[in-house]
Structures are given as structure tokens and as C-alpha cells.
Nanobody
């Protein structure tokens, strides 16, 4: 089993910043990708950032030694309000030791930006 645990969400005023973290743990052989998605009420989940991308106000970074990915969010706007989810594609292994690749999601962390 692989677990993704997010932290760093909260309430912030428009124009403020937040830094989200997502730590992966468990049966990890290697991590292929780690990304951030978000979902607002009534909307589909959307990709926010993937490693190597700089989407304007959002920057994603990764600490391979800690199996952790970060999302630095600056100049936040009310429309950024959403539940933010960490996603990872991980090479893991079963009880027999056989390896396989699987996709995992964190539980989500709420980000609320007030105007």
C-alpha cells in the first residue's frame, strides 16, 4: 500500500500565499510522477501543476529524497478556492514482491481564498 498525505491548506485572503505539501509513504520502489489537481463544487477535477510546469502563480517542486511534492501558490484569488489533491504514479510491490505501477490520490486539502 502507498499513502499520500497532504498538508498546508487553509483560509487565506486574496493576494496571499499558501504552500501545500504531499508526502508519499509505504511500498514505494520509485515514483514516476507527482501532480496536483483541484476540484471546486460542481466542477470536474482539473490538473493544476505537474513537475516541470510553472503555471503563472503556481509552482510545483519535488524532494525526491523525501518522496514529497510541494505546491507554492502565490497571489491567490477567490476562484482558486477548491479542494486540492495530490496524485502520484508509483512503482510499488505486492506481498509476493512482484512490482507494478499504480495511481494514488491523497485525501485532499481545502484551500479557501476570501475576497
Amino acid at each position: 500500500q502507498v499513502q499520500l498525505v497532504e498538508s498546508g491548506g487553509g483560509l487565506v485572503q486574496a493576494g496571499g500565499s499558501l504552500r501545500l505539501s504531499c508526502a508519499a509513504s509505504g511500498r514505494i520502489v520509485s515514483i514516476n510522477t507527482m501532480d496536483w489537481y483541484r476540484q471546486s463544487p460542481g466542477k470536474q477535477r482539473e490538473l493544476v501543476a505537474t513537475i516541470g510546469s510553472v503555471k503563472g502563480r503556481f509552482t510545483i517542486s519535488r524532494d525526491n529524497a523525501k518522496n514529497t511534492v510541494y505546491l507554492q501558490m502565490n497571489s491567490l484569488k477567490p476562484e482558486d478556492t477548491a479542494v486540492y489533491y495530490c496524485h502520484a504514479e508509483v512503482v510499488t510491490y505486492g506481498n509476493s514482491g512482484s512490482r507494478y505501477t499504480a495511481s494514488y490520490w491523497g485525501q485532499g486539502t481545502q484551500v479557501t481564498v476570501s475576497s
